[in-house]
């Protein structure tokens, strides 16, 4: 049964940078795209982008293109997210998931970022 | 840019009786691409419903998903109290979209 299991909670500071990951488990990680997903605390879902392990082919969400960069670790079976300059704004959790066609399926537990001076 | 609406924003019912919830898009949709997700407080979203009408591994049958073009709508038969939940309709068109979500609550 696959599995994605998220890197642990942090609290970081403004124009900090961060990398948060994604490790997967009972599939064959390289053959899946891997997504990304923002929750806002309270708020709804926003797709942020993909990436295919295989080849590292990444496509971003307009909205987090240059925002945030996706890569992937193939040996490790593990993606990431990450930050170079932490905002306020970018509070939130965020998802990894494994896309199957067009849907997302399963999820990770979730990442809670917390950016506070 | 496709934008999904749902309504309503938040359902109030009880166990046993039925919920309908609608996703509104603002242009036609392929209905291979939509899907419905569930998302209890504290976990992550969960796959319930893709391709409009067809349940995700180990959903029960007490959900169920239709419609086509701009309507959508996810079913929920007779609710348990494990159903009272936010609920998401998402599309894929060369970018995924997700509604706002409906909270169905007790």
């Known amino acids: 049964e696959a599995q994605l299991v998220q890197s642990g909670a942090e609290v970081k500071k403004p124009g900090e940078s961060l990398k948060i990951s994604c490790t997967g488990s009972?599939?064959?990680?390289?053959?899946?795209?891997i997504a990304w997903v923002r929750q806002i605390p309270g708020k709804g879902l926003e797709w942020m982008g993909n990436?295919?392990?295989?080849?590292?082919?990444?496509i971003y969400s307009p909205s987090f293109q240059g925002q945030v960069t996706i890569s992937v670790d193939r040996s490790a079976s593990t993606a990431f997210l990450q930050w170079s300059g932490l905002k306020a704004s970018d509070t939130a959790i965020y998802y990894c998931a494994k896309r199957d066609g067009t849907v997302f399926d399963p999820w990770g537990q979730g990442t809670l970022v917390t950016v506070s001076s | 840019e496709i934008v999904l609406t749902q309504s309503p924003g938040t359902l109030s019912l009880s166990p046993g009786e039925r919920a309908t919830l609608s996703c509104r898009a603002s242009?036609?949709?392929?209905?291979?691409?939509l899907a419905w997700y569930q998302q209890k407080p504290g976990q992550a979203p969960r796959l319930l419903i893709i391709?409009?009408?067809s349940r995700a591994r180990g959903i029960p049958d007490r959900f169920s998903g239709g419609g086509s073009g701009t309507d959508f709508t996810l079913t929920i038969s007779r609710l348990e109290p494990e159903d009272f939940a936010v609920y998401y309709c998402?599309?894929?068109?060369?970018?995924?979209?997700f509604g706002q979500g409906t909270k169905v609550e007790i």
């Open positions: 009972g599939y064959i990680f390289d053959n899946f795209w």
């Open positions: 990436i295919y392990p295989g080849d590292s082919d990444t």
């Open positions: 998402q599309h894929y068109d060369s970018s995924w979209t």
């Open positions: 242009q036609t949709l392929t209905s291979a691409y």
């Open positions: 391709g409009a009408s």
